[in-house]
Structures are given as structure tokens and as C-alpha cells.
């Protein structure tokens, strides 16, 4: 886990409306996994839902406009 919470220091920042609600899924997902409580497939399916739910909340068009313009694309 040390090496996972020391990851998360090197990811870039996402500069969108709701960045940080994204994370939260990620580590809801991984935990069980790590401790062998699911499978991988099932871990990343709940993590790819909440966080389509998240985009939507905010606007997947408007996410991904304001995605592009923070990583210069």
C-alpha cells in the first residue's frame, strides 16, 4: 500500500470541476482488491461507474473541453 499511496503523489493533477471526486472510487475500488476481497475485473468495472456517474454529473462535454485546455491539447 506504501507504494500505491507514494504513486499517487506522482499522478498529474486533473484540472476539472469534481478532480478530486474521481479518487475517491479509485481507492473504494482498489482496497478490496488489494486485500484479495474481488477481482480485478469487478474492481475496475465499480471504479469505471462511479466514475462515469461523476462525469456526468458534471457534464462529460464540458469535462472533456476543460480536460483538453488544462493539458494544452
Known sequence: MDSYDANLALEPCIR???AADYWH???DGLS???SGQTTPKKALDDTAAAWEE????????????????????
Do not use: D, E, F
Open 16 to 18: 476539472i470541476p469534481g
Open 54 to 73: 461523476i462525469t456526468n454529473r458534471h457534464g462529460q462535454a464540458s469535462q472533456k473541453a476543460l480536460y483538453l485546455a488544462s493539458s494544452g491539447s
Open 25 to 27: 472510487p479509485l481507492g
Open 32 to 34: 478490496p482488491l488489494l
